[in-house]
C-alpha cells in the first residue's frame, strides 16, 4: 500500500471513531510505528487530525461551531436519505408529530408530504416549506415562531411557549453531535431549550444521527442517551457507538446507506 493510500485509510478511521492509537494502526497496516508516526505527521500538519500521545485524534469544531443549513445539507447525503427512508416507517396516518430542525428531519419531511391526515409542528423554516408546498391539503403544519439560528431553527422564548401546550405523538429529533458523557448536542443554547420542550410534549423521541454526529459535542445538552426511545443512524457508525447506543437508547436501528435498509436492533 502506498503511503498516500495508507494516510487516507488512517483519516477514515479518525473521522469514523473519534480517535487511533500507533500500535494498533502498525498492526493492522503490517508496517512499523515510525511509519505510523510519519503518517499521522504529514496528517497533522495538513491540518486533517490532532497528534496526541500514542495516536491522533479528530482535529474537532469547537462546541459553539454552528453550520448553516445549507452546508450541512451536502453532507452525509447517502447516510440521511437512507435514515430518512427508514424513520418514515415509523409514522401512521393521522398522527401529530414533531420534526426539530436539521437536514435529516428535512429529508424526513419530503418523505412525509403523502401521508394522509398528519399534523406536523416544526421549529424549521426548511421542514415547514416543504410540507406546505408538496404536502395534502388533509394535513396541518404548524411552524413555531422565534428567533432564527444559521440552521434556519427557530428557537427563544416564543418557539417554547408554542411548544409546551401541546400533546405529540412522536418526535423526530436532529442533533448536532452525541457522546455517553454529554448525550445528545446542540451549539446554540437556545435551541436546546426548544428542543427539550419538543421533546417534553411527545410520548416518543426519535432521534435521527448519522456516524459522524458520534464524539462531537456541542456547548449545550439536550438530552441524556437514555431518554431516546429510538436512535436511527447508519452502520458506519464504530464498535464503541453501537455497544454505548445499543445499552442505553431505547432501540437501536442502523441502515445501511448505499442499497436497501439494514436493521440492527438492540433492546434496553
Known amino acids: 500500500m502506498l503511503a498516500q ?3 487516507a485509510a488512517i483519516l477514515e478511521r479518525v473521522r469514523s471513531t473519534g480517535g487511533v492509537r500507533v ?3 502498525a498492526g493492522e497496516f503490517g508496517v512499523s510505528d515510525m511509519t505510523i508516526r510519519r503518517d499521522l505527521d504529514a496528517l497533522h500538519e495538513r491540518g486533517l487530525l490532532a497528534k496526541v500521545h500514542g495516536g491522533a485524534t479528530t482535529t474537532g469544531p469547537s462546541s459553539t461551531d454552528e453550520p ?8 452525509q447525503l447517502p447516510e440521511k436519505a437512507a435514515i430518512a ?5 415509523l409514522v401512521r396516518p393521522g398522527a401529530a408529530i414533531a420534526l426539530s430542525a436539521g437536514t435529516t428531519t428535512a429529508e424526513l419531511a419530503r418523505r412525509l408530504v ?3 391526515e398528519l399534523t406536523v409542528v416544526t421549529n424549521s423554516l426548511p421542514v415547514a416549506e416543504i410540507m406546505h408546498a408538496g404536502g395534502r391539503p388533509d394535513q396541518t403544519v404548524v411552524l413555531t415562531g422565534g428567533v432564527r439560528t ?3 431553527a427557530l428557537v427563544g422564548p416564543l418557539a417554547v411557549g408554542a411548544v409546551r401546550s401541546l400533546h405529540l405523538d412522536l418526535l423526530f ?4 453531535g452525541i457522546t455517553e458523557r454529554a448525550g445528545f448536542t446542540t451549539p446554540n443554547l437556545m435551541e436546546a431549550e426548544t428542543d427539550r420542550a419538543l421533546v417534553a410534549a411527545a410520548d416518543q423521541l426519535v432521534v435521527l444521527a448519522d456516524h459522524t454526529k458520534w464524539g462531537t459535542v456541542g456547548i449545550s445538552s439536550i438530552v441524556a442517551l437514555a431518554a431516546a426511545h429510538v436512535l436511527v443512524s447508519d452502520d458506519r457508525l464504530p464498535p464503541p457507538a453501537r455497544r454505548v447506543l ?3 437508547v431505547g432501540e437501536l436501528i442502523m441502515v445501511k446507506a448505499r442499497g436497501g435498509p439494514r436493521d440492527a436492533h438492540a433492546d434496553n
Open 85 to 89: 427512508d427508514r424513520a418514515a416507517q
Open 114 to 116: 403523502d401521508v394522509p
Open 150 to 152: 444559521p440552521s434556519d
Open 246 to 248: 445499543g445499552e442505553q
Open 23 to 25: 500500535s494498533e494502526l
Open 5 to 7: 493510500q495508507r494516510q
Open 173 to 176: 429529533l436532529g442533533v448536532h
Open 68 to 75: 448553516g443549513f445549507h452546508a450541512k445539507s451536502v453532507r
